[in-house]
C-alpha cells in the first residue's frame, strides 16, 4: 500500500489507504522526526506504528509539562478556554485545575492589565510565538505576580493551542522599583538637601547639587571639573596648606577610612567660612570615588560664642554678687554709724559736715555695689507691665535736653506690647545706653531709637538661654566712632572700660546687660569703627494693664515702739542696726543665726512684734528659718534683709510671706519707714 506525505508549514500529514494523520513536526523533538524519518524511508512501516510513536512522544511531552517548575499552560485557541495546566501553574495562582479548565483568561483575570493579554496574543498572532514579554498576573488571593512570558502556537489532536510559560519575576521587579524608589529618594534628597553634597574621583569634582553652587556661590558649571582646594584658601585656619592637607585626607578616604573635620572655604567674592566636611569612599560602575557632604557651620559658630559668652558672664556675675553682698555688709555698718553719729549732732560742729560727707561716699560705694548687682541679675525690684515707648520717650527727651550735641530720632511701633519689669531699673538701662551713644559721638551725631515686636524661635533662645516666644525688641543705633572686634567681645564684662584712668567704673555696659538677663531677656551689639553701634534689647512680652511710676518717699525720720527680734551673723551689721533701731525707740533683741532666732522667738512669743531676718545665714537658711517661725506663728511680721538685691531666694521668701524688704545698706530714714509700716499694718 503506498503513503503519501503532505506537508503545510510545520504540519505534516501522513497518508495511507483510507487513513491519515496530521503531526505537528515544530512540536516534535530531534528524536522523534529522526524515528519518523526512518519509518517513512521503510517501505514495511506502517502508519500504525507511526502512530505509536506519536503516541509515546505526547506522553513524555505531559511528563515534562506537568512537571515543569515553570507555570505553564495549554490555552485552545478554537474555544478561548484552558485545554491544560501544570501543578505550578496552580500552585502559583492558587486554583485548582478544575477551576481553570474549560475557562477563559477573560473569566479568571489572570491578568492584571488586560492591555498586557493584547499586547502578547497580538505579537503571537503576527509572529507565530512570543518570547520574554513581561506581564502582571492576579492570583486568586488577589495578589498580583510580575511574569516573563514565552509561548507560541501548536497544533494538538486536530486543535490550534497556545503553549505558554511564564517565570516568576516577581521578587526582581520589586527589587528594580526598590532600586528606582532608591535612587528616587537620593535624588531628591541630592537636590533639596541644605547641606552641599559633591561627588569626586582624586583629582576633580564630578557631580555636584544645587546646594554647592549657593554655598560657594557660583554657577554648577564653574564648580564641576575643578578640585575643592581651588575653593580654599591657600592656608587652612590651622596653619597648613590647603593642597597638601587636603591631599593627605583624601589617599585616606580612598584606603578606606571615612573622615570627618572643619575646612575653610571660600565664596566667590574671597569671602572664607568654616565648613564641617564629612568624605566617604563609594564603588560606583567599577570606579572608586569620593563623596563629600559639607556644611556652613558659620552660624553655628556665631551661636557657640554667645553661649560660652553668655556662660561667662554668668559666671562674672556669680562673683560680682557675691563681691557686692559682703561689700554692702561693710557699708551698712559704716552708714548706720555715720547716721547715728550725725542725727543728733549740731550743723555747725566741724564734724558734721565730714559725716555727711562720710554718708554720700556711703551712698556712692552703695550705688556701685547696686550696679555690681544689676550685672548679677539681682537688681529687680518691683516688677509691674511697663510700657517701653513711654518710658523711651521720657527718658530719651529728658536726656536730649541736656545733651544738645547729637540729634534723637524716634521710630517706635505702635503695637509694642508691655514688659513686666522694674522702670527704674529699665531706665537705668536706658540712660546707660544714651551715655554710652553720647561718649562714641564726640563731634555730634544721630541717636536712632526703634521698637518692635519680634518672635525669638528655639535656637536662638537656646544660645541666649532664655525662652522662646514673643519679645519686645529696642534697638539703639549711634553714628559714632565704632568699635573694633576685639573691643566688642568685652565690652559687657565689669570693670572693663575703653575710657582713660578716673573717667568711668567700666560698670555701665554690665549693668546694662546683668539687668535685661535679670528681667528674663538679653542684649547684643554690633558695630564697625567710624561707622558707629547698635544695641539690641530683648524683653519678653507681656499683656497687662501699665502701671505708673510711684511717687518719691519720704526722707523724714520716724519713730516708734515695740520689740524687735534683729537676727545677722554679720557681728558689725547686727551692732549697728540694733543701735539705730534703739535710736528710733524699740526694744532689740539679737540673734546671730537661724536656730538662736528659733528658739529665743518660741520662748518669746507675744511679745515679739517683729522679726529683722538676714537671708544668708550660716546653718539653717534664712528661708528655713522664715518657715520655722511661721510653725510657731503664722501671723508673723517680718522684714528680710540682704545684701543682695530683691530676686532669687529672696523673691522666694517674699512669696512666703515676708511683710517688707530692706536691702543694704539701709538709711535710718528708709529703716524706721519699713519698721514703722510692717508694725502699723493690720
Same mark, same amino acid.
Given at each position: 500500500m503506498n503513503r503519501t506525505y503532505s506537508l503545510n508549514g510545520t504540519m505534516l500529514t501522513v497518508g495511507e489507504g483510507d487513513g491519515s494523520v496530521t503531526i505537528d513536526l515544530e512540536s516534535l523533538s530531534a528524536q522523534t522526526l529522526k524515528d519518523l524519518a526512518r519509518h517513512a524511508d521503510t517501505p514495511s512501516a506502517s502508519l500504525s506504528e507511526a502512530r505509536d510513536s506519536l503516541s509515546e512522544n505526547e506522553e513524555l511531552f505531559f511528563k515534562a509539562f506537568h512537571l515543569s517548575p515553570t507555570v505553564m499552560s495549554i490555552f485552545d485557541a478554537n474555544n478561548n478556554c484552558y485545554y491544560e495546566v501544570n501543578e505550578k501553574f496552580t500552585e502559583s495562582l492558587g486554583y485548582t485545575r478544575d477551576e481553570v479548565i474549560g475557562k477563559s483568561e477573560k473569566e479568571l483575570g489572570i491578568y492584571a492589565d488586560p492591555e498586557d493579554r493584547k499586547r502578547i496574543i497580538r505579537k503571537a498572532a503576527k509572529e507565530g510565538s512570543v518570547r520574554g514579554e513581561v506581564a502582571r498576573f492576579r492570583a486568586k488571593d488577589g495578589s498580583i505576580r510580575w511574569g516573563m512570558v514565552c509561548g507560541t502556537l501548536i497544533t494538538l489532536k486536530g486543535r490550534l493551542m497556545a503553549l505558554g510559560s511564564v517565570t516568576d519575576i516577581t521578587e526582581l521587579k520589586t527589587a528594580e522599583e526598590a532600586i528606582r524608589e532608591s535612587e528616587a529618594r537620593y535624588r531628591a534628597l541630592f537636590e533639596s538637601a541644605n547641606d552641599a553634597i559633591f561627588t569626586m574621583d582624586f583629582d576633580r569634582i564630578l557631580q555636584c547639587n544645587p546646594r554647592t553652587a549657593e554655598l560657594l556661590e557660583r554657577p554648577v558649571g564653574e564648580i564641576l571639573g575643578r578640585t575643592p582646594f581651588d575653593f580654599s584658601p591657600e592656608v587652612q585656619a590651622d596653619g597648613a596648606p590647603s593642597a597638601e592637607k587636603g591631599r593627605c585626607i583624601l589617599e585616606k578616604v580612598m584606603n578606606g577610612s571615612p573622615q570627618s573635620f572643619e575646612w #575653610? !572655604?571660600?565664596?566667590?567674592?574671597?569671602? #572664607?567660612?568654616?565648613?564641617?566636611?564629612?568624605?566617604?569612599?563609594?564603588?560606583?560602575?567599577?570606579? #572608586? !570615588?569620593?563623596?563629600?557632604?559639607?556644611?556652613?557651620?558659620?552660624?553655628?559658630?556665631?551661636?557657640?560664642?554667645? %553661649?560660652l559668652q553668655a556662660q561667662k558672664m554668668e559666671a562674672i556675675g556669680t562673683l560680682a554678687g557675691g563681691i557686692a553682698h559682703n561689700f554692702n555688709n561693710i557699708l551698712t555698718g559704716i552708714q548706720g554709724y555715720a547716721s547715728l553719729m550725725r542725727v543728733d549732732l549740731d550743723p555747725? =560742729?566741724? =564734724? @558734721?559736715?565730714?559725716?555727711?560727707?562720710?554718708?554720700? /561716699?556711703?551712698?556712692?560705694?552703695?550705688?556701685?555695689?547696686? /550696679? !555690681?548687682?544689676?550685672?548679677?541679675?539681682?537688681?529687680?525690684?518691683? %516688677?509691674?507691665?511697663?510700657?517701653?515707648n513711654a518710658l523711651l520717650e521720657k527718658t530719651s527727651r529728658m536726656f536730649g535736653q541736656t545733651r544738645r550735641e547729637f540729634i534723637i530720632s524716634r521710630n517706635l511701633a505702635p503695637d509694642v506690647l508691655p514688659v513686666t519689669a522694674d522702670a527704674n531699673q529699665m531706665e537705668q538701662v536706658l540712660l546707660n545706653l544714651y551715655m554710652n551713644a553720647w561718649h562714641a559721638m564726640p563731634e555730634g551725631g544721630t541717636l536712632y531709637l526703634q521698637s518692635c515686636m519680634v518672635t525669638i524661635a528655639d535656637t536662638q533662645a537656646f544660645s541666649q538661654e532664655v525662652k522662646p516666644g514673643t519679645y519686645v525688641k529696642i534697638s539703639l543705633t549711634d553714628t559714632g566712632v565704632g568699635m573694633d572686634e576685639k573691643t566688642l567681645k568685652r565690652i559687657f564684662e565689669p570693670f572693663f572700660t575703653t575710657k582713660e584712668l578716673g573717667r568711668g567704673t567700666g560698670l555701665g555696659l554690665a549693668t546694662v546687660y546683668g539687668i535685661v538677663k535679670g528681667h528674663g531677656g538679653f542684649i547684643n551689639a554690633y558695630s564697625e569703627v567710624g561707622i558707629g553701634t547698635t544695641f539690641n534689647i530683648y524683653l519678653p512680652a507681656t499683656p497687662g494693664t501699665v502701671s505708673p511710676v510711684q511717687a518719691a518717699h519720704d526722707e523724714s525720720i520716724?519713730?516708734?515702739?515695740? #520689740?524687735? %527680734? !534683729?537676727?545677722?551673723?554679720?557681728?558689725?551689721?547686727?551692732?549697728?542696726?540694733?543701735?539705730? %533701731?534703739? @535710736?528710733?525707740? @524699740?526694744? &532689740?533683741?539679737?540673734?546671730?543665726?537661724?536656730?538662736?532666732?528659733?528658739?529665743?522667738?518660741?520662748?518669746?512669743?507675744?511679745? &515679739?512684734?517683729?522679726?529683722?531676718?538676714?537671708?544668708?545665714?550660716?546653718?539653717?537658711?534664712?528661708?528655713?528659718?522664715?518657715?520655722?517661725?511661721?510653725e510657731i506663728n503664722p501671723e508673723v511680721r517680718v522684714i528680710l534683709s540682704s545684701g543682695y538685691s530683691l530676686n532669687g531666694q529672696a523673691t522666694g521668701i517674699m512669696a512666703l510671706g515676708c511683710r517688707a524688704f530692706m536691702q543694704k545698706p539701709f538709711m535710718l530714714p528708709e529703716l524706721s519707714r519699713k519698721v514703722r509700716d510692717v508694725i502699723a499694718a493690720p
Amino acid at each position: 500500500m503506498n503513503r503519501t506525505y503532505s506537508l503545510n508549514g510545520t504540519m505534516l500529514t501522513v497518508g495511507e489507504g483510507d487513513g491519515s494523520v496530521t503531526i505537528d513536526l515544530e512540536s516534535l523533538s530531534a528524536q522523534t522526526l529522526k524515528d519518523l524519518a526512518r519509518h517513512a524511508d521503510t517501505p514495511s512501516a506502517s502508519l500504525s506504528e507511526a502512530r505509536d510513536s506519536l503516541s509515546e512522544n505526547e506522553e513524555l511531552f505531559f511528563k515534562a509539562f506537568h512537571l515543569s517548575p515553570t507555570v505553564m499552560s495549554i490555552f485552545d485557541a478554537n474555544n478561548n478556554c484552558y485545554y491544560e495546566v501544570n501543578e505550578k501553574f496552580t500552585e502559583s495562582l492558587g486554583y485548582t485545575r478544575d477551576e481553570v479548565i474549560g475557562k477563559s483568561e477573560k473569566e479568571l483575570g489572570i491578568y492584571a492589565d488586560p492591555e498586557d493579554r493584547k499586547r502578547i496574543i497580538r505579537k503571537a498572532a503576527k509572529e507565530g510565538s512570543v518570547r520574554g514579554e513581561v506581564a502582571r498576573f492576579r492570583a486568586k488571593d488577589g495578589s498580583i505576580r510580575w511574569g516573563m512570558v514565552c509561548g507560541t502556537l501548536i497544533t494538538l489532536k486536530g486543535r490550534l493551542m497556545a503553549l505558554g510559560s511564564v517565570t516568576d519575576i516577581t521578587e526582581l521587579k520589586t527589587a528594580e522599583e526598590a532600586i528606582r524608589e532608591s535612587e528616587a529618594r537620593y535624588r531628591a534628597l541630592f537636590e533639596s538637601a541644605n547641606d552641599a553634597i559633591f561627588t569626586m574621583d582624586f583629582d576633580r569634582i564630578l557631580q555636584c547639587n544645587p546646594r554647592t553652587a549657593e554655598l560657594l556661590e557660583r554657577p554648577v558649571g564653574e564648580i564641576l571639573g575643578r578640585t575643592p582646594f581651588d575653593f580654599s584658601p591657600e592656608v587652612q585656619a590651622d596653619g597648613a596648606p590647603s593642597a597638601e592637607k587636603g591631599r593627605c585626607i583624601l589617599e585616606k578616604v580612598m584606603n578606606g577610612s571615612p573622615q570627618s573635620f572643619e575646612w #575653610t !572655604l571660600c565664596r566667590s567674592d574671597g569671602q #572664607t567660612f568654616p565648613a564641617e566636611v564629612s568624605l566617604g569612599r563609594i564603588d560606583a560602575a567599577g570606579r #572608586t !570615588l569620593i563623596q563629600a557632604m559639607v556644611r556652613d557651620v558659620s552660624e553655628r559658630k556665631k551661636l557657640e560664642s554667645q %553661649l560660652l559668652q553668655a556662660q561667662k558672664m554668668e559666671a562674672i556675675g556669680t562673683l560680682a554678687g557675691g563681691i557686692a553682698h559682703n561689700f554692702n555688709n561693710i557699708l551698712t555698718g559704716i552708714q548706720g554709724y555715720a547716721s547715728l553719729m550725725r542725727v543728733d549732732l549740731d550743723p555747725a =560742729h566741724p =564734724h @558734721y559736715e565730714r559725716l555727711r560727707s562720710i554718708e554720700e /561716699q556711703v551712698k556712692n560705694g552703695a550705688d556701685l555695689t547696686r /550696679q !555690681l548687682l544689676g550685672f548679677a541679675r539681682g537688681g529687680r525690684f518691683e %516688677l509691674k507691665p511697663l510700657d517701653m515707648n513711654a518710658l523711651l520717650e521720657k527718658t530719651s527727651r529728658m536726656f536730649g535736653q541736656t545733651r544738645r550735641e547729637f540729634i534723637i530720632s524716634r521710630n517706635l511701633a505702635p503695637d509694642v506690647l508691655p514688659v513686666t519689669a522694674d522702670a527704674n531699673q529699665m531706665e537705668q538701662v536706658l540712660l546707660n545706653l544714651y551715655m554710652n551713644a553720647w561718649h562714641a559721638m564726640p563731634e555730634g551725631g544721630t541717636l536712632y531709637l526703634q521698637s518692635c515686636m519680634v518672635t525669638i524661635a528655639d535656637t536662638q533662645a537656646f544660645s541666649q538661654e532664655v525662652k522662646p516666644g514673643t519679645y519686645v525688641k529696642i534697638s539703639l543705633t549711634d553714628t559714632g566712632v565704632g568699635m573694633d572686634e576685639k573691643t566688642l567681645k568685652r565690652i559687657f564684662e565689669p570693670f572693663f572700660t575703653t575710657k582713660e584712668l578716673g573717667r568711668g567704673t567700666g560698670l555701665g555696659l554690665a549693668t546694662v546687660y546683668g539687668i535685661v538677663k535679670g528681667h528674663g531677656g538679653f542684649i547684643n551689639a554690633y558695630s564697625e569703627v567710624g561707622i558707629g553701634t547698635t544695641f539690641n534689647i530683648y524683653l519678653p512680652a507681656t499683656p497687662g494693664t501699665v502701671s505708673p511710676v510711684q511717687a518719691a518717699h519720704d526722707e523724714s525720720i520716724v519713730r516708734g515702739t515695740g #520689740t524687735i %527680734l !534683729l537676727v545677722d551673723d554679720e557681728e558689725t551689721v547686727r551692732t549697728t542696726t540694733q543701735e539705730m %533701731l534703739d @535710736y528710733l525707740g @524699740y526694744r &532689740v533683741i539679737t540673734a546671730c543665726d537661724g536656730d538662736e532666732a528659733v528658739a529665743l522667738y518660741r520662748d518669746m512669743q507675744g511679745s &515679739v512684734d517683729l522679726v529683722v531676718l538676714d537671708m544668708i545665714l550660716p546653718g539653717r537658711s534664712g528661708r528655713d528659718t522664715f518657715i520655722a517661725l511661721q510653725e510657731i506663728n503664722p501671723e508673723v511680721r517680718v522684714i528680710l534683709s540682704s545684701g543682695y538685691s530683691l530676686n532669687g531666694q529672696a523673691t522666694g521668701i517674699m512669696a512666703l510671706g515676708c511683710r517688707a524688704f530692706m536691702q543694704k545698706p539701709f538709711m535710718l530714714p528708709e529703716l524706721s519707714r519699713k519698721v514703722r509700716d510692717v508694725i502699723a499694718a493690720p
